[in-house]
Each structure stands twice: as structure tokens, then as C-alpha cells.
């Protein structure tokens, strides 16, 4: 069973990219610890990232059989993308929203998401952590989903 890991625009850029907000780990450097830790709760990771909003979207109507939820920065389309909401919600699969930053503590414009009344939780704040505790709570969910 696979857990794909989305991230949008800029997010390639993460450890150049305003280091005091978003920290100086990498994309790949987060990809390999969620990697690691996935394995360990017995699940695969497909980990993408696009600075396009229609290929985030191809992204998830294209999942295969084996993905069984979806881990999601979709950073600065958040705050803007119904598109992004509404595949989602097509695509019927579990997702945990991810931020970084505290999304909350920043510009008001940020404190909006089209993704959080799909998501079955949000976590945000707490660096690149949050991507190994989504990872965590998305095998629980999945593994009392199963049960
Ligand atoms: C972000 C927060 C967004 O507001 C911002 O546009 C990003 C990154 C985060 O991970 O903190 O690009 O999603």
C-alpha cells in the first residue's frame, strides 16, 4: 500500500527558500525521512512535487489502485485552488493536509484553505516533523479503515 506525498508551488526550493519560515531541510532530505518512516508503518511513499496546479491535479485522478491516501502541501495554492479541492473530493481518498510554517501566525490571507474541509485532519506548523506525523496518522486511519 502506497501514501502519496504531494507538494506544490515552490516547495522545491525548501532550504533556500526563506530559511527562518520554512527551514533548511531540502525536498529530497524530508522525501528519504519520510521514506524511512513509511516503511516502518508498513506502507510505501510516492513523493511528488509540481509548481502546476494541473499536474497536482492529473497527479491525483491519476492514482493507481495501490494509493491508499494522500499527504498534501499544496502551499500557495491552498489559499486559492477550488480546482485542487474539488479533485479530492473526486478522488474520495483520505488526505491530510501539511504546512510548514504556522499558517495561522502569518499573513491573513494564509489562515483560509480549500483544503481543509476535504481533509480528514491539518497539520501545520511544526516544520518538516509534520510530514512524518501526517505519515503517522495516515496509518492509523488507514489500518483502522482496514480493520
Ligand atoms: C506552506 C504555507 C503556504 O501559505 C505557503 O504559500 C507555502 C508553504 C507551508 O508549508 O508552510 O508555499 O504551505
Do not use: K
Not at 476535504?118 to 516533523?129: F, T
Amino acid at each position: 500500500a502506497t501514501i502519496l506525498i504531494l507538494n506544490g508551488p515552490n516547495l522545491n526550493l525548501l532550504g533556500r527558500r526563506e530559511p527562518a519560515v520554512y527551514g533548511r531541510e531540502t525536498l529530497d532530505t524530508i522525501a528519504a525521512a519520510c521514506r524511512e518512516r513509511a516503511e516502518a508503518l508498513g506502507y510505501a511513499v510516492d513523493v511528488r512535487q509540481s509548481n502546476h496546479e494541473g499536474e497536482l491535479i492529473d497527479w491525483i485522478q491519476q492514482t493507481h489502485a495501490d494509493v491508499r491516501g494522500i499527504i498534501l502541501n499544496a502551499a500557495g495554492y491552498t489559499h486559492t485552488s477550488v480546482a485542487l479541492a474539488d479533485a479530492l473530493r473526486a478522488v474520495g481518498l483520505p488526505v491530510i493536509e501539511v504546512h510548514l510554517s504556522n499558517v495561522f501566525a502569518r499573513e491573513s490571507f494564509r489562515h483560509h484553505s480549500f483544503i481543509a474541509p476535504v481533509a480528514r485532519g491539518v497539520i501545520a506548523g511544526l516544520g518538516s516533523h509534520g510530514y512524518l506525523l501526517a505519515l503517522e496518522a495516515m496509518a492509523r486511519l488507514l489500518d483502522a479503515d482496514r480493520a
